[in-house]
């Protein structure tokens, strides 16, 4: 049997675009090629592979084959690599940014975030931040839209993390279950397994299509969704329902008895992981990279 061929790139990103778009009519659009040029490009790749990457006889879109499913996966690394590599090749023409944009999950400490960017400043006085803050997924969608460089993230869905995303662990902060001292979850002692499940709930809503469906240490069977953590907490101090918060968030409303951290057997909180995250085609320039250091130094 003869060896493979070795395909061009052009051949892999049309044969990507096939699949991201549905048919070969869809990619040819995309791609602005006429239908034929597009067949034909896929004819030589199946060609120099030596195996049929899409099924066009059974179905009147074309699917891939398992051979092509197992080419897939090659392919989406191959492309990738090559725009990193154009990515880093562009920020040493660039140089220093004229402005950072930062978007930080609202669950991320404010010590960590004052020291990062007052020693930011120090560093780098000439270059602008504009910063966001937003909850869960909103925060990765940012990145993915380019409104943002760089996040700070929580927790993204699967282990593989979201298509497109470059993720640096960067550390957790604890979360643990809090309400006002008058609240009947509050009483002296550990409460029944369930008990939280008959108190209104109050959970950080998403904004982002990614996490959107995704519910974070929920298990009221009544909740009320906030998009704002400082409304959540303030709720919380006025006597209004159960719910997680940041640890050094509630710590000095503990030590003063405005809140009490609740003994939930189902509830009993946990760590809240952070990632620094950037697009793999949009790496971060000198002045991101030192910022996404130093939250990884604070860890």
Known sequence: ?????????????????VVDEGSFAAAARKLHRATSVVSYSIANLEAQLGVS??????????QLTDA????????????????????????LHQGLEAEVRLALDVMLPAVRVTDALKAFRGHFPTVSL????????AVAQMVLDRTAGIGVSGPLPGDAGVDGIERIGIGSVELIPVAHPDHPLARPGR?????????????????????RDIDFAVVGTRTWRLVDLGAKHMLLKEGIGWGNMPEPMVRDDILAGRLVRLDLPDCVGGAY???????????????????????????
């Open 1 to 17: 049997m003869s060896e493979p061929g070795t395909p061009t790139l052009d051949q892999v990103r049309v044969f990507l675009t």
């Open 68 to 91: 092509g499913r197992t080419v897939l996966s090659e392919a989406r690394t191959i492309a990738s690599g090559i725009d990193g590599l154009r990515a880093k090749v562009k920020r």
């Open 273 to 299: 992981r952070f990632e620094a995250i950037y697009r793999t085609d949009d790496p971060p320039g000198p002045a991101a990279s030192w910022l996404i250091a130093r939250f990884s130094g604070q860890a």
């Open 130 to 137: 504009r910063l966001y803050t937003e909850a869960l997924g």
């Open 191 to 211: 409460n029944d397994p369930g008990a939280a499940r008959d108190h209104v709930q109050l959970v950080l809503a998403d904004r982002s299509a990614l996490t």
């Open 53 to 62: 990457l899409f099924d066009r006889d059974t179905t009147r879109k074309p």
